[in-house]
């Protein structure tokens, strides 16, 4: 079970102009020990395809996840948006920017849409198998 290590995947991308802005996503992966070889990776903002004008961000930047090994989890917070779809940004205008509370999930964003997040992922498949969001709607 403990063959592996896990890292948090993040970036600076955010940094660079709007018009080369953004289509990196956070992720976390897990390695194996003896060889490095990436065992799984799992995404926290849907497929953007590479392209521009998707989800971007959601990084982990902390790669010192915490390990609940009796649950099989491993818990990770993730960071804030660099970017959403046109279709988020302009269901928030509507919303005038308000958030939600983290009891109340937002109505502009998707259910697998998780910045500012705790994810707790399955130690071994990677699955998400829960994730709380912890603030609101962050670009």
């Not at 070889?37 to 961000?57: C, D, F, H, M, R």
């Not at 999930?105 to 709380?132: H, K, L, M, Y």
């Amino acid at each position: 079970m403990y063959s592996a290590f896990y890292v948090g995947v993040s970036s600076l991308e955010e940094t660079l102009p709007p018009s080369e802005c953004c289509n990196f996503r956070g992720s976390l992966v897990r390695l194996d020990i003896s060889s490095g070889a990436i065992q799984w990776q799992t995404y926290t903002v849907p497929e953007n395809g590479g392209k521009l004008g998707g989800y971007s961000g959601g990084a982990i930047w902390g790669s010192s996840p915490a390990i609940d090994p009796r649950r099989q989890l491993v818990y990770v917070a993730t960071g804030n948006l660099y970017t959403a779809p046109p279709n988020v940004t302009e269901c928030q205008e509507r919303q005038n920017n308000e958030t939600t509370t983290p009891a109340s999930p937002d109505q502009c964003i998707g259910p697998d849409v998780n910045f500012n997040s705790i994810i707790a992922f399955d130690i071994r498949s990677g699955r998400i198998r829960w994730a709380r969001q912890l603030g609101g709607y962050d670009v």
